[in-house]
């Protein structure tokens, strides 16, 4: 019964410590945007609050992996995949859940993100898809993940699929940090779609880390979801033009609200 408890004790203890590490990475980085949103005043351009949050993530979610790796960044996930198939796993699950995604925001008319409503498309690709998707993989594939490691011996077994702790944990991590959506204004339909969605797409990308000991698979999985996303809004629009027989105009102007 000690042993048990002493084992419950450090799960929970490295849990609350993975988690506290993760929130303040995210405040660091969410106050290190506002901040610069805030001096800068009306004068900012409407990226460099999205680039400053996800440059800061990035930068402190790499100090806590090299001060914590002890010079062996692998041990992260900073290595090649040691096993096969994980990019054409989280290409398409990335891909697939993008576009469900997509077209479940289009159909609800929730309205999109308020921080890359002012973004252009270019823009769009290089902080959200390149930028955000390297940035928040590193800090929970990479690290949080990373730091639950030992835990990976405790876990469940769905259809024959076991999903660790550390997964599950990860997934749930990523979902909820997406909360954050709330405090930029954006509605609760389209941030509950994401949170929902980032969910799936957290565990595929945990369970690629794990399968494969490399970050890279889930970067991967991360860009196919975003690239998703647009591949299903433009499918969206196709149909709604196709087979409904509506005008661009119309389609455009409904999903403006």
Same mark, same amino acid.
Do not use: C
């Given at each position: *019964?000690?042993?048990?408890?002493?084992?419950?004790?450090?799960?929970?203890?490295?849990?609350? =410590?993975?988690?506290?590490?993760?929130?303040?990475?995210?405040?660091?980085?969410?106050?290190?945007?506002?901040?610069?949103?805030?001096?800068? +005043?009306?004068?900012?351009?409407?990226? *460099?609050?999205?680039?400053?949050?996800?440059?800061? *993530?990035?930068?402190?979610?790499?100090?806590?992996?090299? !001060?914590?790796?002890?010079?062996?960044?692998?041990?992260?996930?900073?290595?090649?995949?040691?096993?096969?198939?994980?990019?054409?796993?989280?290409?398409?699950?990335?891909?697939?859940?993008?576009?469900?995604?997509?077209?479940?925001?289009?159909?609800?008319?929730?309205?999109?993100?308020?921080?890359?409503?002012?973004?252009?498309?270019?823009?769009?690709?290089?902080?959200?898809?390149?930028?955000?998707?390297?940035?928040?993989?590193?800090?929970?594939?990479?690290?949080?993940?990373?730091?639950?490691?030992?835990? $990976?011996?405790?876990?469940?077994?769905?259809?024959?699929?076991?999903? =660790?702790?550390?997964?599950?944990?990860? !997934?749930?991590?990523? +979902?909820? *940090?997406?909360?954050?959506?709330?405090? $930029?204004? $954006?509605?609760?339909?389209? $941030?509950?779609?994401?949170?929902?969605?980032?969910?799936?797409?957290?565990?595929?990308?945990?369970?690629?880390?794990?399968?494969?000991?490399?970050?890279?698979?889930?970067?991967?999985?991360?860009?196919?979801?975003?690239?998703?996303?647009?591949?299903?809004? +433009?499918?969206?629009?196709?149909?709604?033009? +196709?087979?409904?027989?509506?005008?661009?105009?119309?389609?455009?102007?409904?999903?403006?609200?």
């Amino acid at each position: *019964m000690d042993r048990f408890n002493r084992g419950s004790d450090y799960a929970t203890s490295l849990i609350v =410590s993975a988690i506290f590490l993760g929130i303040v990475v995210l405040f660091a980085a969410w106050g290190s945007s506002r901040a610069v949103q805030y001096l800068a +005043a009306e004068g900012a351009p409407e990226w *460099m609050s999205v680039f400053i949050n996800y440059a800061v *993530m990035l930068a402190v979610s790499l100090i806590l992996v090299i !001060a914590s790796s002890m010079g062996n960044p692998s041990s992260f996930g900073f290595t090649r995949p040691k096993a096969k198939g994980g990019y054409g796993t989280g290409i398409t699950w990335g891909v697939v859940l993008g576009v469900v995604a997509s077209f479940v925001m289009l159909a609800s008319r929730a309205g999109g993100m308020s921080p890359l409503k002012g973004l252009g498309f270019l823009q769009i690709v290089l902080l959200v898809w390149i930028l955000a998707s390297v940035a928040e993989e590193v800090l929970v594939r990479g690290y949080v993940q990373s730091y639950l490691g030992p835990l $990976t011996n405790r876990g469940f077994t769905v259809f024959r699929l076991r999903i =660790s702790l550390p997964v599950i944990l990860s !997934a749930l991590f990523f +979902a909820a *940090m997406h909360l954050i959506l709330l405090t $930029t204004g $954006t509605s609760f339909l389209t $941030t509950y779609i994401v949170v929902v969605f980032a969910f799936f797409l957290g565990l595929v990308a945990a369970y690629q880390r794990e399968r494969t000991e490399s970050i890279l698979p889930a970067i991967t999985a991360h860009v196919s979801f975003n690239m998703g996303g647009a591949i299903g809004g +433009a499918i969206y629009v196709i149909l709604q033009i +196709a087979v409904f027989g509506k005008t661009a105009v119309e389609v455009i102007g409904a999903l403006r609200g």
